[in-house]
């Protein structure tokens, strides 16, 4: 069996940002050991299964409050249950906000070789208008000590659309990127979800408009490519060779087993998610089917995400088939020309492209 990807989702925060939608309920020691112990007991479930795994990734939520012990646990657990392979990729995110010296510790100790920081931008004013409590200065320690115990393989999150954020302060920010030089960098625009405090408030904040958020996104993938990332997916670009393989997994719609609350997964053809109930997981409620995966749909909704495009090596080794022709001639039409490029090898979106992905994606696969 191939390998898969492994992802945990820790759902602590210590305090709940207010554009934030991800599930998460605010830490209490006691939880932590809870849910620890009955991370460590699903993962048993997997045992004797022939599972092996290339990727395993924790997110959360804030997976930094777990602290070194619990994760090396949880990890310890995943090695006993599953073959890693050696050269696995292994994530946690963090928050810079948290003094997590002896959290990576406990990373390094226990073969993670990946963090995941959530810098969102370089400018205190933009950081507190975002609700974060961390500082540019905080983003730097985290990664020091991240490389200090020998993890080097370090992405940042950067955020477009802020509010107060400008074409300037962005410039400030692309610049912290590129002296801290990261391997990795996900840029992604605010999105204001529903049932958070921003969307009560979403008149009042001073967000730029369509234009300027386009053009803040087309000025930081060419800043980045002019420092040495290239952009593999609409919202992510690394160093060569430091693409997260985790990621490419959900974007190649690779199979993946998620646990924890929240948690959605797709493994042995099917798709699968967790309830977004810390209670509910505790008391060890199951998984809910969500029917199965891996059609032709969902992986052209997918790939055509990254930058490589949907690709006719890539359709024929999957699904036995060509490009459909009327989706060939969709995206090599005058009106589409902006937005897609289709080639000899496949059809792949356009930076402009890639700020409507949704509409332009919508429209090839309704040709298949
Ligand atoms: S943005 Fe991160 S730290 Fe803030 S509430 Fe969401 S998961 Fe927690």
Request: net charge negative.
């Amino acid at each position: 069996m191939k390998p898969v990807g492994i992802y945990i989702h820790v759902p602590f925060c210590r305090y709940k940002c207010p554009y934030c939608d991800f599930y998460s309920v605010t830490v209490k020691e006691e939880l932590l050991d809870r849910y620890a112990e009955e991370t460590v007991r699903r993962l048993s479930l997997l045992d004797g299964q022939g599972i092996s795994a290339d990727t395993v990734y924790f997110g959360g939520g804030t997976p930094s409050l777990l602290g070194g012990k619990r994760i090396g646990r949880i990890m310890q657990a995943i090695r006993k249950n599953v073959n890693i392979t050696d050269d696995a990729e292994i994530t946690v995110e963090a928050n810079p906000a948290n003094d997590i010296a002896d959290f990576l510790a406990g990373c390094a100790a226990s073969g993670i070789n990946r963090l995941s920081l959530g810098m969102q931008s370089a400018l205190k004013k933009e950081l507190s208008a975002l609700g974060r409590r961390h500082s540019p200065d905080d983003v730097l320690r985290a990664m020091e000590t991240a490389c200090r115990f020998g993890i080097q393989n370090i992405s940042l999150d950067l955020m477009l659309g802020i509010p107060m954020q400008t074409a300037g302060s962005l410039e400030q920010s692309l610049q912290f990127i590129e002296q801290s030089s990261p391997a990795h960098v996900s840029a992604y625009m605010l999105k204001i979800e529903e049932n958070t405090p921003f969307h009560r408030i979403q008149y009042a904040l001073d967000i730029a408009d369509e234009d300027g958020l386009a053009d803040m996104y087309e000025m930081t993938f060419s800043r980045l490519e002019k420092a040495g990332y290239a952009q593999y997916e609409i919202s992510n670009a690394s160093k060569p060779g430091f693409e997260s393989r985790h990621n490419l997994k959900y974007w190649n719609c690779d199979e993946y087993i998620g646990i924890g609350p929240s948690a959605h997964g797709f493994f042995r053809g099917r798709r699968y998610y967790f309830d977004r109930s810390l209670e509910g997981y505790l008391a060890g409620a199951e998984p809910h089917d969500d029917g199965e995966g891996g059609s032709i749909e969902e992986y052209l909704m997918l790939c055509l995400r990254l930058s490589e495009g949907l690709t006719e090596n890539g359709i024929k080794e999957r699904y036995g088939i060509d490009i459909p022709k009327a989706m060939r001639d969709c995206a090599s039409s005058a009106v589409m020309s902006p937005y897609c490029l289709c080639d000899g090898k496949g059809i792949r979106l356009t930076r402009k492209g890639m700020l409507i992905s949704n509409a332009v994606i919508c429209r090839l696969t309704k040709l298949l």
